[in-house]
């Protein structure tokens, strides 16, 4: 009672203050919406009432209550609807046709869906919707015909059926007319049937299997249609049954039918299937037969199911080979075993694989699928194995399992590791010559692999060689190699590095290379000529040095002065040169004294300096002595004048006695 004056007093006011709010529209309301609850909801629509735009009404006591809203505009749409000469007989699968008036008398232009209603009772308990027209118009006072046709195939019964047409404004009726009476009769009408499948009419089966017959039936010509239903039987047999019905009509001029024959109950023999059809009335009933074989049950299919681990205590990381063989047990029958593979460990699933299913049958009684198991990502322990087949028989899901095998996954072993030591470190060796250097690469920790040699850092006038440039490692022996070094025309130091690799892992080793010229074999002896000289100061001395070869091969030479005293200087021309065998190295000395040079005896040293053979020298004896006085170089020189002119004298007579 308290919830009904409250909603009373609602109403109150807003029929009091309505003319405040603008616009103004009208509502109709159904029933209350069952999450009001109690007695004190809504029993019937409330009479109309205004209110503002809004459509919903909450229950003062419940909270999400609304009314349906039946319509919401400037005013409610009125509608009459009427069947205009409604049938009231149609032959079963064949249309009824409906034709529906519906005038809007309310001055309001309605938008609606139109629905025709098929019940089975007159108080539509329940029915059947099919759409006529959906978002159909109605202008205001104006009226309107629908025509729709109504499929009877769905009416699967010949009996009296209801049918109204009803206009929703979404799910709520708005208006409908009055319900009309529909008899659906069974018609008058012949048809045609044929077997086809199986094509040759026969089928066998085990046993408790099922055997499928497709029967085509077909409109006759110049048939209207109707409903045909279908018998089967088994001949000799008590065993038969409807199979149902189906309609014919022009638009569906031919329907396949498959007739499904249980044999569970049929001793192995061959039968006659027959199949009938008949319409409504039984004026027209046609038949097709077809053979059944139905042989004994094959014997139930059994199987076994084995697994074999390729190792049984593999490294982390290894690849472990699991053959999961399926045997047939049986004497016969055939089956699919679909195939998992289990692993355990401490009672725990680690992983369940999907394998490959197996059919096996008279040509393949057993097989077996290998499996290649990654241990990678295993976790070293020890875990359990085990393989399990399944396969549906006669209906009944059959699992077998494989003994159950141990494997146990070892921890990695440390990476591989290796020492690199070259014997000697360093070598010294003469240009055009070779070394050999002992390489060794000796196992340091854990699985033994293969390592690569190769020389980095070496002068191109270095040929170089191994032995043998890959080997392994292992705790028990080293992999020794041989470097072999032939060094060309070259002199210096040079750093050469040994480099050992095996997968990413990479050592060096130093190698220090001292090129050396080898010992010269240059024999020679120098000579010069006079050993000895005196000159009077300012003047030259002429000398003649000589490199002569002995033996060995030649070497360039050169000569340096030594031991001159002061104010006096030398020329030397050539300074170098290479004596050769039957030619020496010759050079001249010119020996320079310049006023200031103080008389005496002096030792001038010529040291030979080869490019490798040792030093050689020879001594100048050089005595200056002081310059001649004038007059007497003034009377020699008269001497030396008419000496000169006797002797022009003697020539020129003896020209002209020639002449």
């Known amino acids: 009672m308290r919830k009904a004056s409250i909603i009373t007093l609602y109403f109150i006011l807003l029929f009091m203050l309505y003319p405040l709010v603008m616009p103004v529209y009208h509502m109709k309301f159904t029933e209350a919406q069952p999450s009001c609850g109690g007695d004190s909801c809504w029993t019937s629509a409330p009479p109309e009432i205004d209110a503002n735009a809004s459509a919903k009404l909450e229950c003062l006591l419940g909270e999400n209550s609304t009314f349906a809203v039946l319509y919401l505009s400037d005013s409610a749409p009125s509608l009459n609807i009427t069947l205009v000469n409604p049938p009231s007989q149609a032959v079963a699968c064949l249309p009824a046709n409906y034709t529906i008036n519906i005038t809007e008398v309310g001055g309001v232009n309605a938008t609606f869906d139109l629905k025709l209603l098929v019940s089975e009772s007159p108080d539509f308990a329940t029915y059947t919707e099919y759409v006529v027209e959906e978002n159909a118009n109605v202008s205001a006072y104006q009226s309107r015909l629908f025509n729709y046709s109504l499929d009877t195939s769905s009416l699967t019964e010949e009996k009296t059926y209801w049918v109204k047409a009803v206009a929703f404004n979404g799910t709520i009726p708005l208006n409908e007319s009055s319900a009309c009476q529909l008899l659906v009769v069974g018609g008058s009408f012949d048809f045609l049937m044929e077997l086809v499948e199986p094509a040759t009419g026969s089928i066998t089966v085990h046993q408790g299997e099922t055997a499928t017959y497709t029967v085509r039936i077909t409109l006759a010509p110049g048939q209207s249609g109707g409903r045909v239903y279908l018998h089967a039987q088994i001949s000799g047999t008590p065993f038969g049954w409807d199979v149902g019905s189906v309609c014919l009509c022009q638009s569906n001029p031919q329907v396949d039918v498959d007739v499904e024959v249980p044999t569970e109950s049929l001793a192995p023999d061959t039968y006659q299937i027959q199949i009938t059809g008949q319409d409504y009335p039984g004026d027209h009933s046609h038949s097709v037969r077809g053979y059944l074989v139905v042989q004994p049950p094959p014997p139930e299919f059994r199987f076994t199911v084995d697994l074999t681990l390729g190792e049984t205590t593999p490294t982390q990381g290894e690849l472990v080979p699991c053959a999961v063989t399926v045997t047939r047990t049986s004497a016969g029958g055939e089956g699919t075993v679909r195939l998992t593979l289990n692993i355990f460990y401490d009672g725990h699933t680690y992983k369940t694989i999907q394998l490959s299913p197996v059919s096996l049958n008279d040509d393949n009684p057993s097989e077996t699928i290998v499996y290649t198991l990654n241990t990678s990502e295993m976790l070293p322990r020890e875990y359990t194995l085990q393989a399990v087949g399944e396969c549906t028989i006669n209906g009944v899901l059959v699992r077998v399992s494989s003994p159950e095998r141990t494997m146990e996954v070892q921890p990695p072993p ?66 020794t190699a041989l470097l072999t070094l032939n060094i060309g025309q070259i002199e210096g130091t040079y750093q050469l590095q040994v480099v050992a690799t095996s997968g990413t892992t990479r050592k060096t080793a130093n190698l220090t290379l001292t090129v050396m010229l080898p010992p010269s074999n240059f024999v020679y002896q120098i000579s010069i000529e006079p050993p000895s000289k005196t000159i009077p100061r300012g003047e030259t001395a002429i000398f003649t040095i000589k490199v002569s070869l002995i033996s060995g091969d030649p070497e360039e030479v050169q000569l340096e002065i030594s031991g001159l005293p002061s104010g006096v200087d030398y020329e030397l021309e050539p300074t170098y040169g290479t004596p050769q065998a039957g030619s020496d190295f010759v050079s001249t000395l010119s020996i320079i004294t310049s006023e200031k040079a103080k008389p005496g005896t002096y030792n001038i040293t010529v040291t030979a300096v080869p490019e490798r053979a040792e030093q050689k020298t020879v001594s ?28 022009l004298v003697l020539i020129t007579k003896f020209l002209a006695g020639k002449t």
């Open 414 to 479: 440390p990476p591989f590791d290796f020492r690199l030591v070259l014997n000697p470190q360093r070598v010294e060796v003469y240009s055009g010559s070779s070394v050999d250097v002992l390489v060794v690469a000796s196992w340091v920790s854990g699985s033994p692999r293969e390592v690569q040699l190769s020389l980095q850092g070496y002068p191109a006038e270095v040929d170089w060689s191994f032995n043998q440039t890959v080997g392994t490692p292992t705790a028990t022996s080293n992999f």
């Open 620 to 647: 100048i004896e050089l005595t200056i002595k002081e310059t001649a006085p004038i007059p007497f170089l003034i009377i020699g020189f008269t001497a030396i004048g008419a000496s000169v002119i006797a002797i």
